[in-house]
């Protein structure tokens, strides 16, 4: 009888250990993807927003409790974007430097980069990231990220190291 109780509670602490009594956990949340968009300038309340969609202009103004009106624009502003607000109400919108951006889980656009913006790229030092800004000078912008190893310095390890932090933006996309 001693047997029998004591292997009946090793059956239940082995099953409460392996959760079967509770009931299954929900379904993750579908995919949440922020939008950062970075306010600086006089006029404006400095700092990094996120949104849960891509904001218009007005919203980024009111947010950041930015002087007078928004200017009346309803193209909606992308991730990794910087609104520079003057206190005249002008703006100036560009894009977040490269350790901003990588710290925030966002891609460098290879084609607009500065080489202070490449050097953030994990094993790219600051002659490396001038040799990529040279290239693209010199050769046009980069067509594919794989383009890179054209570059001298750049092989497929290095290639494969800094591929997920760096993206290629098409010309029309790009803010400035």
């Given at each position: 009888?001693v047997i029998l109780l004591l292997g009946a509670a090793l059956l239940l602490l082995w099953a409460w250990r392996a959760n079967f009594f509770l009931t299954p956990s929900p379904p993750p949340p579908r995919d949440l993807t922020l939008v950062f ?140």
């Amino acid at each position: 009888m001693v047997i029998l109780l004591l292997g009946a509670a090793l059956l239940l602490l082995w099953a409460w250990r392996a959760n079967f009594f509770l009931t299954p956990s929900p379904p993750p949340p579908r995919d949440l993807t922020l939008v950062f968009v970075e306010v600086s300038g006089t006029g404006a309340h400095p700092g990094v927003y996120s949104f849960n969609h891509a904001p218009t202009l007005t919203e980024i103004w009111q947010k950041s409790g930015a002087p007078g009106m928004a200017p009346a624009i309803s193209d909606t502003i992308s991730s990794g974007s910087r609104l520079t607000i003057n206190p005249d109400g002008h703006y100036q919108l560009t894009r977040m430097h490269g350790a901003e951006l990588l710290t925030l889980g966002l891609a460098i656009d290879l084609n607009t980069a500065s080489a202070a913006d490449l050097d953030a790229l994990p094993g790219i030092g600051p002659a490396l990231a001038q040799r990529i800004v040279d290239y693209r000078q010199k050769h046009g912008p980069f067509k594919k990220v794989d383009d890179l190893e054209n570059v001298s310095g750049i092989g497929p390890e290095k290639l494969k190291k800094i591929k997920p932090h760096i993206i290629i933006i098409k010309p029309e996309a790009h803010i400035n």
